[in-house]
């Protein structure tokens, strides 16, 4: 190989470092979207059950927070006091400026969460490490990575996935585009308006054939 030819194949195979570190590839490099369908977040609960000595609290964590389109904060900072069983509701308290809520809890959450209560008693935390503290954004993060690879989802999966999954979620079953805001907790329905856009029954009609 000549040196030249050395010199470029070394160019493409050698990453940038920008200050002292090698920037992340973009994300569109890593995954073709930023949500799951419903079928993979079945897939994704599934095999976090399935992973580790916590799979009740590990699939629990993943509903609520494509049920509740929760942040990955807003779910390991979740509070029994938020939640009212008998009732069946939810208290969403927003972080990053967004507009707190009270949702509905249904059925397959209830019993979730009524096991959950029986099998981490005396923490005020929803969702508890096994020192019985809050689990962090991190072990949160960790365990819906492993859970879309043993899931085989086909690209790496995080937990704000959740949240832009229920988004997109709603607004392929047609819900009002404001109260799909207001559920999300966005002030500004821009931030909404981004689920709808993508919705492909936005499109049926189009054609007729």
Request: proline share 6%; hydrophobic share 35%.
């Amino acid at each position: 190989m000549s040196k030249i030819s050395y010199l470029q194949s070394a160019k493409w195979s050698t990453p940038a470092i920008v200050n002292g570190k090698v920037p992340r590839k973009p994300y569109k490099e890593l995954r073709p979207r930023e949500y799951l369908t419903p079928e993979e977040v079945d897939r994704l609960m599934a095999a976090a059950r399935k992973l580790g000595r916590h799979g009740h609290r590990d699939k629990t964590i993943i509903l609520l927070g494509y049920r509740h389109a929760l942040r990955v904060s807003e779910l390991s900072s979740l509070r029994w006091d938020m939640i009212d069983l008998k009732t069946g509701l939810i208290h969403v308290s927003r972080l990053k400026n967004g507009i707190d809520s009270v949702h509905p809890v249904r059925g397959p959450e209830l019993r979730a969460l009524r096991r959950l209560k029986k099998d981490y008693p005396n923490t005020p935390y929803v969702f508890v490490s096994e020192r019985g503290g809050p689990m962090t954004d991190s072990n949160v993060r960790k365990m819906v990575k492993r859970a879309g690879e043993e899931a085989g989802i086909g690209f790496p999966c995080h937990p704000h996935m959740l949240r832009h999954s229920a988004g997109y979620k709603l607004a392929n079953d047609q819900q009002d585009t404001r109260a799909i805001q207001h559920y999300m907790g966005h002030r500004n329905i821009q931030h909404t308006v981004r689920y709808t856009e993508l919705a492909p029954d936005r499109f049926k009609d189009f054609w007729k054939d």
